[in-house]
């Protein structure tokens, strides 16, 4: 049977590369997108309607009800409440455009006042000098304003009109709302009834070979946003019913239409809130004949902000969107670019589509790796990132916050050593210099020692008494240093009296300093896979100096689960190399944390130093008689 790659895994070895082919498709659909909004907008718009209309067709279906009428009632009940609520605002905008000139006489005898208050050279005043010239250009263009005989009269060519264009330029501006609006009734109905074949079709254009994955797809990116916009209804009306109630009650005209557009305002994000109550405070301090509407108004929005961001939206929302909060801004500025006022309103559902989709399918994992709001590179890719830049705070910070969640052994065994063996990959690789090896292992063995304090303050002051002196050697380089230091805090944390050496003492001069003779194991810790056989010579050399010490080998090697998919990740420790420190006389050779503890507190007698070679001296050549 042959085997034939499926449209994800295919994909799956490019996945979350920026490379420019995929930039010119990116920047080829926005173009589209941009010069096509009339036909993509109501598909967007019908879209996340569908969406949000889909819990209500499920349980009118659960109901009994057909697919058709479940349909229809969704439909007519949703545009129903949205025609209401138009023409509600509509009427308050056409009675706040009869009232604006009474607020004309309020509005300048207050700038009087503060330019007054303020001094004839202030900004204030030139602001206000600015503001009057303004209303006297306003005043003679409304009706009433100014005499005949101060303005000239203006004289026009007025051309003959064809009726056809005159029919033209009244009917299109009223029919092409209408026209939309009727396009996105249509779509959203027909979206609702095909939506099973709809998913069908979807599944089958990304690829058939994963049917759990692409469900699961539609299921999330269903689910999140169908949740995301009837979670934002409900809390923008309860954040707009005290609105409208509180501005009645202040005395702010047309508080209806107020609070309306502060239900719709706040679908927009971070801004919403803001932009709802500029035009409150501006009639505000246009009707009043004191400063107190403006202060109560402003106090309104502010108390119901605090309350709906603190506490209802904290309560409503078991999930968040899967967006990033500055996603959530770049993608309001994008659609916003595209679409209008209207992208603006839609950018995070959209946003949280794409975000869905690139968590599932890798052709557009692109997306979740710059929108999504889950971390892109693994806890030990970041944390040696930060030892590679050689910031001793971030990198200690960095240990401090996945402390409170794991245990030192753990972040050890998942972070640090993980990430020392990147270093020593990058090494092998000839792309880590020797300068940024020293600075690496400076902020490592930092860190090391900051872990210790902390588990120092957890300890308190009660400690038991040490059952066994170790020592921790680095086996060749100074990153090795610092996997010996991490190994030796791992077992002071049980119970073991350690102590960590630098691979510098291991030389023939350094290991008679020693006092050796206090040691009841010494361990020599390599992070290259495939230590040299000089190295792993110090076996002899150190069991020679005292009989009966044990001595251990680990070789440091990458978990599997911590290799990233698609890589091959550090090499993996070579077999013969540990046999033939087995076979130089190391007591245990291990390659885990793990497994290295647990050997080194064993209380067992140490192996026999195996019979070694004699060297062999040349001999000098004897000079002739």
Known sequence: MSETPSLIESASSSVGRITLPRMATIVAVAAVLYVAQDVFLPIAIAMLIAFALSPLVSGARRMGLPMLTSVLLATALA??????????????????????????????????????????????????????????????????????????MPVQVVQPSNPLEILQSLVVPLVSPIATTGLVIVLVIFMLLERDRLRDRFIRLVGTADLHRTTQVLEEAGGRVGSYL??????????????GIGLWLIGVPNAALWG????????????????????????????????????????????????????????????????????????????????????????????????????????????????????????????YQRLLSGDRIEAASRAEELLEDMS?????????????????????????????????AGVGMAVVSDIGALMAEDAGEAQAAPQLRITCFGGRWPIDDVSAAILAQSLQEEGAEVLHRSY??????????????????VILCFLDSTPTRASLLHIRRIKRLRAGLRLGIVIWQMPKDLILEGSAGPAPVDPAKLAEARSLGADFVETSLEGAVEAALQDVPALPLPDAQPRKRARRPRSAA
Not at 108 to 134: T, Y
Not at 230 to 243: D, E, H, K, R, W
Request: aromatic share 10%.
């Open 504 to 521: 510098m003492d291991l030389t023939p001069g350094g290991l008679a300093a020693l006092n050796l003779a206090e040691t009841d194991c």
């Open 408 to 440: 030192a052994a753990e972040f050890h065994r998942d972070v640090a050593l993980p990430a020392l063996l990147m270093a020593q990959d990058d090494r092998d690789r000839g792309v880590l210099s020797p300068g940024q090896e020293s600075r690496l």
């Open 230 to 243: 009837l979670m934002q209804l409900l809390v923008n009306a309860i954040y707009a019913l005290p609105i």
């Open 260 to 383: 309306l557009l502060t239900l719709v305002l706040r679908f927009v994000p971070y801004i919403g809130s803001v932009l709802a109550a500029a035009f409150p405070l501006f009639l505000a301090f246009a009707v009043s004949s004191d400063w107190s509407a403006v202060l109560y108004t402003a106090a309104l929005f502010a108390v119901v902000e605090l309350i709906t961001s603190n506490i209802i939206e904290p309560w409503l929302y078991g999930a968040n969107t899967g967006v990033s909060s500055l996603a959530i801004i770049v993608s309001a500025i994008f659609w916003t670019f595209l679409w209008g006022p209207l992208g603006l309103v839609l950018s995070t559902p959209l946003t949280v589509c794409l975000v869905v989709l690139g968590r599932h399918i890798p052709q557009f994992e692109l997306f979740d790796i710059l929108f999504g709001d889950e971390p892109v590179l693994a806890s030990h890719q970041r944390f």
């Open 79 to 152: 545009f129903s409440v949205i025609g209401l609520l138009s023409l509600i605002v509509f009427y308050q905008l056409a009675d706040l455009a009869v009232k604006l000139p009474s607020f004309q006489a309020n509005i300048i005898s207050k700038l009087d006042a503060i330019q007054s208050a303020s001094g004839e050279a202030s900004l204030m005043s030139r602001l206000m000098e600015m503001a009057a010239s303004i209303n006297s250009e306003i005043s003679g263009v409304l009706p009433g304003e100014g005499t005949a005989a101060a303005q000239p």
